[in-house]
């Protein structure tokens, strides 16, 4: 069957804006999973590549065959629906912790670049979340169309002025010391685990409504790549900062140093890449719980910000560094049983 290219870059760009969260906008998450391991790093998002490019193609194909229209049915039938509801019972605290993260994120953003304090930008991000709730997801999708091209062409820019620098060379094959070293092994595994498995929420009921595997298998195959590809460059640039793991928002500094001029247009981008975390997150967990209890959504909602409230008051740093490599642990199941599900009779 002829491919539906259109499609396919639709697929990629819907697949590449729901990685790139706030995360991987504040260069905090490659931090923790890739840069301060160094050039060690940069084999650990080739290999963290080449999982996005396999079995992100491979997930959605595997949903559009059995016509899976959310994560729960998917996850059904990798696991069986026992460990299935179990697993989908994971996911609802996972997105909870990820929600929290993305206060957190915004607090940060309010406190080490605006100035102010980081309550002031966990409530202003939780009452502009619910009036968008309130309003609809129009303003949302449109937040996001514009939110995630302008990331991408900052991570290109800052790789560009990054790699006139004299010490560029130098610092692209250094390896520093890091006393958790290990890690650097497990990394591409957890890393691409955690964001397939969150991912799923999104990728699903695409893939699904598409239909098509050819067009599938080469959306999956491009956003993959373009995946591999925004990881490298921004990696590439953040292992320039000296003591990297010192800032909650190390591209946001990276920018001011050197390229000042961009600053603010890229700190709006980031809070613009939490802003929409936080939205679908929420989203996708008010959905969750109303399949299991009767109430409200302004009531689930508003529980929903209530706890990630509590559990953003804690560093977004250090949260960041706890949860998203917890999570990828969890998720390492996932991705291995997506490995060894068989296409069945599908060209591979």
Known sequence: MKTNWVASFQIAAVY????????????REIV???SRFGFIGLISILMSGYI?????????????????TSYQELNDHLFGKLFGSAINIV???????VCAVMLAGAGAVFEEQIGLSKYTG????????????????????????FVVP????????????????????????YIPFAEDGWKAVVAPFSYAAMNLTLAQAVLVPIASEIKDDQTIKWGG???????????????????????????????AVIMKTIASSFFWIYVFVIYGEIFTSVIGNVFGIERQVRKYLSIPSIVTVSAIFIICFFISLINYGTLLSYLYPFFGYISLVFIILLWMKPLEDMKV
């Open 16 to 27: 590449v804006g729901t990685v790139i969260g706030a995360g991987f906008a504040t260069g």
């Open 32 to 34: 923790e999973f890739f």
């Open 52 to 68: 996005f490019i396999f079995l992100g193609s491979k997930l959605m194909r595997i949903a559009a065959r059995i016509q899976a």
């Open 91 to 97: 996911m609802l605290l996972m997105l909870l912790g």
């Open 122 to 145: 966990i409530v202003v991000t939780i009452g502009l979340s619910i009036v968008v709730m309130i309003v609809g997801t129009k303003g949302l999708f449109a937040v996001n169309s």
């Open 150 to 173: 302008m990331m991408i062409a900052f991570s290109f820019i800052l790789l560009f002025i990054s790699m006139k620098l004299p010490t560029f060379k130098e610092q692209l094959l």
């Open 221 to 251: 195959i491009l956003g993959g790549a373009a995946l591999t590809i925004i990881l490298i460059s921004s990696h590439l640039t953040l292992v320039m900062l000296p003591n990297i793991e010192a800032y909650e928002i190390p591209m």
